[in-house]
Structure formats: structure tokens, C-alpha cells
């Protein structure tokens, strides 16, 4: 699968309307794509336990979407074979009083990936360039001693700080991939109903969806103002197609693999020292009675 189709790249402006939510490459049939992801699952699993190994670099995985778009289930089942130890998934909700008193990255600095894992971020930073963004209000809870009213500059200062943060990951050995799952209003819709028509799914809606819904085109602004902006080749954004999930799972998977593959982790070498070492202890377990 060719995945630039769905990269944004850096200094481009993002038209969402050239991304079809309900692309599906060459696959036309759940059976091949899900043997294929079943292939990325293993192979993620792989790479991961080397990053691990050799505990030098990290990889921070963002997702980012409107409800109902499948951020959990996708990360459910890309993720199905990683070794929990070398990955650690953060949901970012409203922020708490605790993070309301610190700067919009503190929350999510606190929660980066040490070297050797990768961290999952469902949602992230961005929220604050999205949903804040939507909902201007909400910057009165940050207490800044400015605001978009008095700085026409607040959003790209945004944005440029969350580059610069991103950068500054990079550099530091933490490999960045965004991805934004890309579904239509059409589908979000038949997805909010399944949820009413299943109680077992009953607790994954509430009315305060809708009214957000009732704010799509905003979000898709916002969502275009900031992808935008802030995809570089430190920390590209993917546009993934989303209106069918068995087709976005392994899309995101088969970005995962080539970024993984790219950071070329390898196994720590063993010095002639250690292999001594190694070789008196094979000695004196095989001499135990």
C-alpha cells in the first residue's frame, strides 16, 4: 500500500475534501486487509521488542478524530500484539486543576514515552488548537495573560509553539507520528445511533455529542488550520480514511511498520568482555548437579 497518499506535507495546505473518508486503496474485501494487519501486528511486535533492546529511542504515536471516528478500537487492534511493558497508552480528558495551572504541553510532556517505548496519545496537545479553539471560552479556565481577542496572533503562536516542542522531541530521540482518523458526518451519524440502539454501547454517548456535532464545519477548520500548520517532517500528519474501519486500521498499521523500520533500532552489541562473562556462566550452570 502507498501511504504518501495520505501524508501532509510540511508548507502544504490541507483540503480535507481531496481525501475521501471512505477510501479503500486496492482492497475491496475485510478478509485481505485483515490478514495484512494480522501481518503489521507481528511485525510491529518485532520492532518494538528491539526499540525496547536497545532503549535509545522512542516513538510517540498520536491520534486524533471526531467522536465516534474509532480512535480506541483502532488502537486496540494494531497495538493487539505489542508487549504492554515497552508501550503505554494515555486518553487526555478535561484537563484538572492541577493542569489548568501549567502551560497547554506540561500535561503531555509529563506523559512522553521513555526511550525504548512507544507511547500512544489518544487525543493529545492538539486539543488545545482544536476543541479550545472551537470553544474560546474554555481559555478563561487557563487564567493567560492574553487571548485571541487581544492577540490576533494567539493561534500561530499556538502552533508555533507545538512545533517548536515537537522539534525539540525529535531531536532529543523521540520519532513523532500524527494521525488524524478521517470520517464523514454521514457515518458519525449511523454511529451515534448504533450506540443509542445498543445498550451495551449506551454509555459511550451523550447528548453534549451532538451539539458538537451541530459544530462540524468549525472542527473542520480547526482541524484544517492546524494540520496545516504544524506537519513537519519531525512530526507528519496522516489523513486517514476512517468511514471504514477494517481499511483505517491497516492503513495506520502500515505506516507504523515504515516508521519503525526507518528508525532502524537494532539489538545493543555485546562486547568480547560480556561474551566472556556469558561463557563462565554457561560453564557453571551446566557444571550444577
Not at 508548507?11 to 486503496?25: E, M, P, R, S, Y
Not at 504492554?84 to 484538572?96: N, T
Not at 492574553?146 to 509553539?161: A, G, H, L, N
Not at 443509542?196 to 477548520?221: C, H, Q, T
Request: glycine share 4%; aromatic share 10%.
Amino acid at each position: 500500500m502507498k501511504t504518501d497518499k495520505f501524508l501532509v506535507n510540511e508548507g502544504t495546505k490541507l483540503n480535507l475534501k481531496k481525501h475521501a473518508t471512505d477510501f479503500t486503496a486496492d482492497y475491496t474485501d475485510k478478509k485481505k486487509a485483515a490478514e495484512d494487519l494480522q501481518k503489521n501486528v507481528e511485525k510491529i511486535r518485532e520492532l518494538q521488542e528491539i526499540l525496547f533492546a536497545e532503549g535509545a529511542q522512542s516513538l510517540l504515536i498520536v491520534f486524533q478524530a471526531m467522536d465516534a471516528a474509532g480512535k480506541d478500537s483502532t488502537i486496540e487492534h494494531v497495538f493487539s500484539g505489542v508487549n504492554p511493558q515497552g508501550c503505554h497508552v494515555v486518553g487526555f480528558k478535561q484537563p484538572s486543576a492541577e493542569e489548568l495551572a501549567h502551560d497547554f504541553l506540561w500535561r503531555c510532556q509529563k506523559a512522553l514515552p521513555e526511550r525504548g517505548k512507544i507511547g500512544i496519545f489518544n487525543r493529545s496537545h492538539y486539543e488545545e488548537v482544536l476543541v479550545v479553539k472551537v470553544h474560546p471560552e474554555y481559555l478563561g479556565a487557563q487564567r493567560l495573560p492574553t487571548s485571541p481577542d487581544k492577540d490576533k496572533k494567539f493561534w500561530s503562536k499556538r502552533y508555533e509553539q507545538i512545533r517548536d516542542w515537537e522539534s525539540m522531541l525529535a531531536a532529543n530521540g523521540t520519532q513523532i507520528i500524527k494521525f488524524f482518523l478521517n470520517v464523514s458526518r454521514e457515518e458519525q451519524k449511523e454511529r451515534f445511533i448504533a450506540r443509542i440502539d445498543e445498550p451495551a454501547k449506551n454509555w459511550k454517548f451523550s447528548m453534549g455529542d451532538v451539539k458538537e456535532r451541530a459544530l462540524w464545519d468549525d472542527y473542520m477548520k480547526a482541524y484544517t488550520d492546524a494540520i496545516s500548520a504544524t506537519s513537519t517532517k519531525d512530526a507528519s500528519w496522516y489523513v486517514i480514511p476512517a468511514d471504514k474501519k477494517w481499511f483505517m486500521r491497516l492503513a495506520v498499521s502500515e505506516i507504523i511498520v515504515e516508521k519503525l523500520k526507518a528508525m532502524k533500532p537494532a539489538f545493543p552489541t555485546v562486547s568480547e568482555e560480556h561474551k566472556a562473562e556469558l561463557a563462565e556462566a554457561k560453564k557453571a550452570l551446566e557444571a550444577e548437579a
